[in-house]
C-alpha cells in the first residue's frame, strides 16, 4: 500500500513549456485534490474531483487543467508554464464526503524559468 | 468554510506542551475544527478533529470552547520532531469536499 505518490518529484521548465503532473492513490478513495504552496505560504487548492470522469476548480484554477479518467489517477498539466507557476505542488486524496483526514503525496518541486 | 486565525509563529522549550491556539469566531453549527502539520517540506499530515467536546489521540489533544469560537491544539510533550507548521482548519464534516489552508503557526521546538 503505497498510499499517494507523485511523479515527477522535480521539474525545471522554460516559459512556455507544457508538462503535465501525475497523482497516483491505491487506496480507492473518492476524491482527490491538487494543491499548490509558494514559498513561506500556505496550500491553495487548484482543482478537485469528487469521483472518476469529474472534476471541479478550486481556489486558483488558471493556467492549470485536470482530469479524472481512472479513479486511482488524477493529473494536473500545466498547457504553457509561466514563472508565476513555480511552487511545490501537493496532491492529495480523501475516501469520501464522510471521511475527516486527507492523505497527501510527497510533493512535486516545480521551477520555471 | 469559517475562516481561521492563528499566531504566525511560536516557541516551545522540548519536553514542555505546546499549546498552539485558533480563532475561528465565524464558525457554523455543523463544522468541524481540523488540525493539520506539516514538517520541513513534507505533504501535510492529520492531527486530530472536534466538533464541541475536547479530543484526545495518540499525537494531540483539542480544547474547543463552549462558544466554539477559538480552540487550542495540544502537544502534550513537544520533540524537536513537531518543529512543523500546524494549520486549523474550520469545515462541514459531510459534503465539505473542499479544505482550504491558511499560513499557519510556525512551531520551533527548541533543546
Known amino acids: 500500500n503505497a498510499g499517494v505518490t507523485q511523479t515527477p518529484k522535480f521539474r525545471v521548465l522554460k516559459t512556455g513549456q507544457s508538462m503535465t503532473l501525475l497523482c497516483a492513490q491505491d487506496?480507492?478513495?473518492?476524491?482527490m485534490y491538487w494543491y499548490r504552496q509558494d514559498p513561506g505560504m500556505g496550500l491553495r487548492l487548484i482543482h478537485y474531483?469528487?469521483?472518476?470522469?469529474?472534476?471541479a476548480k478550486g481556489e486558483v484554477p488558471d493556467g492549470y487543467n485536470v482530469s479524472r479518467l481512472k479513479k486511482q489517477n488524477f493529473l494536473l498539466g500545466l498547457e504553457s508554464a509561466a514563472p508565476s507557476q513555480t511552487s511545490v505542488y501537493f496532491c492529495a486524496s480523501r475516501p469520501d464526503p464522510i471521511s475527516y483526514e486527507q492523505y497527501f503525496g510527497p510533493g512535486t518541486r516545480l521551477t520555471v524559468t | 468554510d469559517a475562516k481561521t486565525t492563528q499566531p504566525p509563529s511560536m516557541d516551545c522549550a522540548e519536553g514542555r506542551a505546546a499549546n498552539l491556539p485558533c480563532n475561528h469566531s465565524t464558525i457554523s453549527g455543523n463544522e468541524y475544527v481540523y488540525w493539520y502539520r506539516q514538517i520541513h517540506s513534507q505533504g501535510p499530515q492529520y492531527i486530530i478533529h472536534g466538533l464541541k467536546n475536547n479530543e484526545t489521540n495518540e499525537m494531540a489533544s483539542l480544547i474547543i470552547t463552549e462558544d466554539r469560537k477559538s480552540s487550542t491544539l495540544i502537544l502534550p510533550h513537544a520533540t524537536l520532531r513537531d518543529t512543523a507548521v500546524y494549520y486549523c482548519?474550520?469545515?462541514?464534516?459531510?459534503?465539505?469536499?473542499?479544505?482550504?489552508f491558511g499560513a499557519g503557526t510556525r512551531l520551533f521546538v527548541k533543546a
Open positions: 482548519i474550520v469545515r462541514v464534516a459531510t459534503g465539505g469536499f473542499k479544505t482550504i
Open positions: 487506496m480507492n478513495h473518492e476524491y
Open positions: 474531483s469528487v469521483g472518476e470522469g469529474t472534476t
